[in-house]
């Protein structure tokens, strides 16, 4: 008798500062943890059965409790390895704890979740693309930058414009003899027009080439981490290309005008 107190004495004295630091926070623990108060991910699901080949009988092996989640993404997907107990209701010790894989699968659409955490926590939530608009209006609003920036386009678009008329008509009032030439042998004004066009274009796109190809290569040498430091998107490509033959088109007609009341008998003058 006298050697069961003694036992249980230790016990109790070894075991029990045990308990008490295990109620207690400690200074490693991770704590804080808390469930979801709305949309949880997973949760105790009774339709989940497998034949138990221990009890030789069905089980709905998630029914009661789902814990102990580790996620990992692998090839876009989301794994979640948990752990679930199979009968609710009992006391811990009568129910069998058993490990699942969940994977992940196209769900709810993003703008409809944006709009469940606006309804439900009165906070903003946007989508990458909603957020990015979202900013740049701000930036546009707010500040002085898209002005600027605009300025700059629209100086260089009329700059351009100017230059590159000045060159085409230049070169066609040189070759004016050629050109009259040209018309004396049965050449039409349509075809000189798009001689120019063709000339106006090849310039054109040649220099767009260089250009972005300089802009990129000097993007890739300056950038770190091997992605470049401004968006190249080919929206943004194919405004610029737009522009350009744009400028390209109203400078070759500049010249165009000037072949349309050019007289052959230029050739003997």
Same mark, same amino acid.
């Given at each position: 008798?006298?050697?069961?107190?003694?036992?249980?004495?230790?016990?109790?004295?070894?075991?029990?500062?045990?308990?008490?630091?295990?109620?207690?926070?400690?200074?490693?623990?991770?704590?804080?943890?808390?469930?979801?108060?709305?949309?949880?991910?997973?949760?105790?699901?009774?339709?989940?059965?497998?034949?138990?080949?221990?009890?030789?009988?069905?089980?709905?092996?998630?029914?009661?409790?789902?814990?102990?989640?580790? /996620?990992?993404?692998?090839?876009?997907?989301?794994? %979640? @390895?948990?752990? $679930?107990?199979?009968?609710?209701? =009992?006391?811990? *010790?009568?129910?069998?704890?058993?490990?699942?894989?969940?994977?992940?699968?196209?769900?709810?659409?993003?703008?409809?979740?944006?709009?469940?955490?606006?309804?439900?926590?009165?906070?903003?939530?946007?989508?990458?693309?909603?957020?990015?608009?979202?900013?740049?209006?701000?930036?546009?609003?707010?500040?002085?930058?898209?002005?600027?920036?605009?300025?700059?386009?629209?100086?260089?678009?009329?700059?351009?414009?100017?230059?590159?008329?000045?060159?085409?008509?230049?070169?066609?009032?040189?070759?004016?003899?050629?050109?009259?030439?040209?018309?004396?042998?049965? /050449?039409?004004?349509?075809?000189?027009?798009?001689? %120019? @066009?063709?000339? $106006?274009?090849?310039?054109?796109? =040649?220099?767009? *080439?260089?250009?972005?190809?300089?802009?990129?290569?000097?993007?890739?040498?300056?950038?770190?981490?091997?992605?470049?430091?401004?968006?190249?998107?080919?929206?943004?490509?194919?405004?610029?290309?737009?522009?350009?033959?744009?400028?390209?088109?109203?400078?070759?007609?500049?010249?165009?005008?000037?072949?349309?009341?050019?007289?052959?008998?230029?050739?003997?003058?």
């Amino acid at each position: 008798m006298l050697k069961s107190i003694v036992k249980f004495a230790a016990a109790f004295l070894f075991l029990f500062p045990l308990s008490v630091l295990a109620q207690t926070d400690q200074a490693w623990q991770l704590t804080g943890f808390a469930k979801p108060a709305f949309n949880p991910i997973m949760g105790a699901d009774s339709s989940f059965t497998f034949f138990c080949p221990v009890k030789k009988e069905m089980v709905q092996w998630q029914k009661a409790d789902v814990f102990n989640p580790a /996620a990992i993404v692998r090839n876009g997907k989301v794994y %979640i @390895l948990f752990r $679930a107990e199979d009968i609710p209701g =009992t006391a811990i *010790g009568m129910r069998t704890s058993r490990i699942g894989l969940a994977k992940s699968k196209d769900g709810i659409p993003i703008q409809e979740v944006t709009r469940r955490i606006r309804e439900q926590t009165g906070l903003g939530a946007f989508t990458a693309e909603e957020f990015g608009w979202k900013t740049i209006g701000w930036v546009l609003k707010n500040t002085g930058i898209g002005i600027n920036f605009g300025t700059t386009i629209l100086l260089g678009f009329i700059v351009g414009m100017a230059i590159s008329g000045q060159t085409f008509y230049l070169f066609t009032v040189e070759n004016l003899r050629q050109f009259g030439a040209l018309k004396a042998m049965g /050449a039409s004004t349509f075809t000189l027009a798009k001689m %120019i @066009l063709l000339q $106006a274009f090849t310039v054109g796109l =040649t220099g767009y *080439g260089v250009g972005v190809g300089l802009a990129t290569a000097f993007g890739y040498v300056t950038a770190r981490g091997g992605s470049l430091p401004f968006i190249e998107t080919w929206q943004l490509l194919l405004l610029v290309l737009v522009g350009l033959l744009t400028i390209c088109t109203f400078s070759a007609l500049i010249s165009i005008v000037k072949l349309a009341k050019l007289e052959p008998a230029i050739v003997f003058r």
